[in-house]
């Protein structure tokens, strides 16, 4: 998925969930695209992680600190792409 249908991605299963307003800043989306290649289901990973750590931070809505954390933490076997001159995703 592009970053688009990531972000598209996540709003629909936020709805499913009866979630109408936002819980994920677009800095923090951006970040879980990056760290999930796009790839769904290391998508929900991050996206599950990332609300973790804003759960235990106290935090209303879900922000780049808590998708850096998040992408620490998920997919530990996936293997991420890096531009060098970026580095990982999760720094």
């Known amino acids: ?3 688009s249908e990531s972000a598209s991605y996540l709003r629909h299963h936020l709805k499913l969930a009866g979630r109408e ?23 929900n990973n991050a996206a599950t992680a990332a609300l973790i750590a804003a759960a235990s931070d106290n ?18 076997g996936l293997i991420v792409l890096m531009d060098a001159a970026r580095g990982p995703p999760w720094s």
């Not at 677009?26 to 290391?42: E, F, T």
């Open 1 to 3: 998925m592009d970053l």
């Open 21 to 43: 307003e936002p819980l994920f800043a677009d800095d923090a989306v951006a970040r879980l695209h990056r760290v999930s290649n796009g790839l769904p289901r290391a998508l």
């Open 59 to 76: 935090k209303d809505l879900v922000d780049d600190a808590c998708a850096k954390k998040a992408g620490r933490r998920a997919n530990p």
